[in-house]
């Protein structure tokens, strides 16, 4: 059983950034990939980016050049830095660790971008 811990979300104005991240533990087999995805009221959750264990990466492209995955192996960690955010990036964004055996996903953290 994987556990996902999201921090870092809140309330930036347009323009502004803000960092996420994903500390993922308990898990007894290796996590092939992280992602992000988020999820608008009203909307279907959608994949924002993702990352391999290889650090191969994969953006949605309607944050491509702004947003940008990270990783940390050792500390098992998964990170999302947004710059140049927009209103449309409000969202409750949701991590998600995938095992050759499962799918986990974290609770989720809020961000809102309005001024």
């Known amino acids: 059983q994987v556990q996902l811990v999201e921090s870092g979300g809140g309330l930036v104005q347009p323009g502004g950034s803000l960092s996420l991240s994903c500390a993922a533990s308990?898990?007894?087999?290796?996590?092939?990939?992280m992602s992000w995805y988020r999820q608008a009221p009203g909307k279907e959750r959608e994949l924002v980016a993702s990352?391999?264990?290889?650090?191969?990466?994969n953006y949605a492209d309607s944050v491509k050049g702004r947003f940008t995955i990270s990783k940390d192996t050792a500390k098992n960690t998964a990170y999302l830095q947004m710059n140049s955010l927009k209103p449309e990036d409000t969202a409750v964004y949701y991590c998600?660790?995938?095992?050759?055996?499962?799918?986990?996903w974290g609770h989720g953290t809020q961000v809102t971008v309005s001024s």
């Open positions: 998600n660790a995938v095992t050759a055996y499962s799918n986990y």
């Open positions: 308990g898990s007894r087999f290796s996590i092939a990939t």
């Open positions: 990352i391999t264990r290889g650090g191969s990466t």
